[in-house]
């Protein structure tokens, strides 16, 4: 697969993987990683168990080719010591007595020259082989297994996968001290009280914000890490930082400046952290920077944007109240329109019936006539009216003149072309009464005659219902 086809995930999953696995072989990282789906742990575990199978084969293969050695020599001994004795003893016996003292001296000479040799080869064999971790034995986190042996005081060892001590190292751009404890190495418990335990430890590490993360060799993770630092004598400290590969243009690797291996003085540890951080700092100050300065333009387009998108929205919510304005204002136009047009309705059909009624009235009688009754209006405008009725009038017909005396402002500008609808009901708005003493006359079909307030004649009193709409 060409790197150019890769995401940025995948690139991102490459780099991690050749970072933790300190490998330049971007090729078969490619294969590995391809064949676990670029999961960076999967990946990770995978190629330490194959390092753990070849190790071990190796040291097997190593102890047979010893033992076949060591086999063959011997047999080879006893096949000479067989050969030898027959033809000796064949030619002359005698002689072969004689000789036995020199045979036996020569052969305790060869096993004693032998010796180193056997020895050497059983020390390479078995002495720097590095144990196997047990895959049954549980891990405990090494700061547990730490303060239950060596106390409380510590530097603050990270929790996680060295893979996840070495991204946060990366992503903070801060240095990480690695770890790792051996039990069969002499000088560990010297190492943990002197060094680790150290407050001139812990300080140096809070002030200049180093990160630490350790693991103990017997333990699957911790044996790995081991293999992959490449770390020969122990205690073992890993100063590992963000650092720029020789020949390389990209944004730099995780990769290990320092290694202290055995036991040092807490002056001389210090010393080379420092040394190494008083190195590689300025690269580190320089990716800051450009973070830094990426981060500031980030929030810059970011501030930006929404500037932006606040003044868009202060935009739409203009627009919107407006719109809703215009919308108010024409459903308030179009409501006082329909209003308009119903009172005009409304008053036309009162024209109209007013109009009829009118039409409808009994002729005024003469002043000569008999039986009749002169009645005076005072109109709710103090107009007075004086009208004559006749004696078979009703208080109704009293209450139909005085309705046709009421007149519209738009009287005038209505075309009276239109009958009134059937179920038109007219609302009488006012009341007709007797000052002294105050009677309000209901309208009925009661005769004037028959009623004595109102005859022969009498004065009325006009009062709307509604001032407002008289």
């Not at 004689?98 to 045979?103: E, K, R």
């Not at 060892?157 to 801060?174: D, H, I, P, S, V």
């Not at 980030?298 to 919107?320: F, G, H, M, V």
């Not at 109009?355 to 008999?370: F, G, H």
Request: proline share 5%.
């Amino acid at each position: 697969m060409d790197l150019d086809q890769l995401n940025d995930s995948q690139k991102e999953a490459l780099e991690q993987y050749m970072t933790i696995m300190e490998t330049e072989d971007m090729e078969a990282a490619l294969i590995k990683l391809t064949s676990h789906d670029f999961d960076v742990q999967a990946t990770i575990q995978s190629s330490f168990e194959e390092t753990n199978t070849e190790s071990t084969s190796e040291s097997r293969n190593v102890s047979s080719v010893g033992s076949s050695s060591t086999s063959n020599v011997r047999s080879s001994s006893s096949n000479t010591r067989t050969n030898i004795n027959p033809n000796r003893a064949n030619n002359n016996t005698f002689w072969s007595y004689l000789t036995i003292p020199v045979y036996l001296i020569s052969r305790v000479l060869l096993n004693i020259l032998y010796l180193p040799l056997y020895l050497y080869k059983s020390f390479k064999t078995i002495g720097y082989t590095q144990p196997q971790p047990d895959p049954n034995q549980p891990a405990v986190p090494y700061k547990d297994r730490f303060e239950e042996e060596f106390g409380e005081v510590h530097p603050e060892f990270l929790r996680g996968t060295y893979a996840q001590a070495l991204e946060k190292a990366k992503n903070e751009l801060k240095f990480l001290v690695v770890v790792l404890h051996s039990d069969s190495a002499r000088d560990t418990v010297r190492f943990c009280t002197e060094i680790l335990a150290s407050p001139f430890l812990l300080d140096f590490f809070r002030e200049n914000n180093i990160l630490c993360w350790a693991g103990d060799i017997k333990y699957t993770e911790g044996y790995q890490v081991s293999n992959t630092l490449q770390a020969r004598n122990y205690p073992f400290m890993g100063v590992i930082c963000l650092q720029k590969r020789p020949n390389q243009s990209d944004s730099g690797k995780m990769l290990v400046v320092d290694r202290i291996e055995g036991f040092h003085d807490i002056e001389t540890v210090i010393q080379k952290i420092t040394h190494q951080m008083e190195r590689c700092q300025p690269y580190l100050e320089q990716i800051k920077a450009d973070r830094f300065e990426r981060e500031s333009s980030r929030s810059i387009r970011e501030e930006q944007d929404r500037a932006y998108l606040e003044s868009l929205r202060q935009d739409q919510e203009k627009e919107r109240k407006a719109r809703q304005e215009k919308e108010r204002v024409e459903r308030e136009n179009h409501e006082q329109q329909l209003a308009a047009l119903e009172a005009l309705e409304i008053t036309k059909r009162r024209i109209i019936y007013r109009k009829q009624l009118k039409d409808s009235l009994p002729p005024e009688p003469a002043a000569t006539e008999k039986n009749i009754a002169k009645i005076q209006f005072r109109l709710p405008d103090n107009n007075r009216v004086v009208r004559r009725f006749s004696a078979n009038d009703t208080i109704q017909t009293l209450y139909n003149y005085v309705e046709t005396l009421q007149t519209e402002p738009e009287e005038d500008q209505i075309e009276l072309n239109s009958e009134l609808p059937s179920n038109y009901v007219h609302e009488t708005k006012f009341v007709i009464v007797s000052p002294f003493p105050r009677v309000q006359y209901e309208p009925s079909e009661t005769t004037l005659e028959s009623c004595k307030g109102l005859w022969p004649s009498t004065s009325l009193v006009v009062e709307p219902v509604d001032p407002v709409d008289l």
